[in-house]
């Protein structure tokens, strides 16, 4: 089949992979210049299953009140939000029940578990490198934070991720840079977990997609989607302003990047056998106009990626791998020679304009855990966007649209669910039975379908 996959994020390029893998003729329609350009960019890179849940808890709309005031907050609500953005809190509050959660947890915890299990094959088959750790150490302050954590602790008890509740030399022993200054009450310690560098594995398997004949056409946005047994897009190539292969030359210039095809500057209707729309935020405005109205949702968050320093006299300056401060739900990860922080839940305001007390927040838990470990001199911060749904779980298959495939709304796990959510979605395309119970991830769970 001739398949065309809007966005080339992490869902996008796994995607894109896997049903090339399957033999499919596929396109890969980007409009930034790269894979992994938005939201992919700079996450935290952890994959954990046992605690991929949905943000949409028992105790949520409390715990937002709670941190109105506080100058760490993990989750922010900008003042003056838009009427959208307040039906999908509404639709997030209904799903905090504690019924809705239970299931929608366990539904995205069984694809995580798939999910792991896929990105570990795919590592393994195509000898992939791209900064990987493993080992997930989460930290408890206190006897009150253990408290906290412990539904999940038995829900874990009831799957079968490894998991050791240690106490706080044995937290020292799993990660030595720890510092003994800040209170340290536990630790839940995740060996078969891991963290990663998500937009390194994108360009890897780019590359590895591109090598099966995957076709990527960058700076070209997907305008439009027309129905049918051959669905239609209708795309355009908008280069960046400062290229300088311009107008008539741009449809001769060699293909020297091998990835883009010469395009015209004018919009241009494409017929494919299928389309899978992995377009995260920009899924939305392509499959509105075909009565398709889902609730997602840019859940924004921050990042801060800085060189680790060397020191002949300290060897365990830094993480060893990835760890999480749950009181602040703040993750610090080893990638390579550096080390990134990321956290903050920030609903409304801006995409781009960053908030100050969010970075303070990741600059105190790092010092707090890591004091003096990285370059912060040389730190680079990232605001990116998490496409999430309100309930939690990401939407995947058949859209109800003729002719077009969903793989979208991941949120903040997006990462830990791109390999499964990818080889799922090939696989109902194909018309083969999935190989894990896929119950809820359908469009139907939202009542949204055409
Ligand atoms: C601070 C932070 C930390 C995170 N940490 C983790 C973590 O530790 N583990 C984890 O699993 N997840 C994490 N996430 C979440 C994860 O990063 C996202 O779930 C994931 O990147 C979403 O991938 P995506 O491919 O769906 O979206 P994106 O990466 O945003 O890709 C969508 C692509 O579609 C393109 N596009 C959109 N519309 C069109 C169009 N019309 N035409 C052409 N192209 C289009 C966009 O340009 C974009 O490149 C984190 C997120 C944040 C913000």
Known sequence: MRVAVIGAGIVGVTTAYELAADGHEVTVFEHRGSVAAEGSFANAGVVSPGFVAPWAAPGMPAHILGQRFARHASVRVRPGLDTATIAWLWQSW?????????SNRLRMQRLAGFSRERLQRVTRELKLDYERNEGYLVLLRTPKDLALVQPTLTALGGSNSRF????PSQCRTVEPGLSPETELHAGVYLPDDEVGNCRQFASLLRAEAQRLGVRFRFHT?????IEGRTPQLVHMYAPPEDSTVLGAAAESAPNEAQDTQPMALHPVTEGFDAVAVCAALGS????RPHGLKLPLQAVHGYSVTAPLRRHEGHPDLGPRSALMDHRYQVTISRLGARLRVA??????GSPTRHDPRALETLYKVLHDWFPGSARLSQAQTWKGSRPMLPDGPPVLG???????WLNLGHGACGWA???GSARLLADALAGRPAVIDIEGLGVERLGAEP
């Open 398 to 404: 058949a859209s109800g649209i003729d002719g077009v």
């Open 94 to 102: 209904r799903a905090c029940r504690a019924r809705t959660y239970q």
């Open 284 to 287: 939305t405005a392509l499959l």
């Open 221 to 225: 946005q997907v305008q439009k989607l």
């Open 343 to 348: 956290g903050g839940l920030e609903i409304g």
């Open 417 to 419: 669910l791109a390999c």
């Open 164 to 167: 050791e509740t240690l106490d």
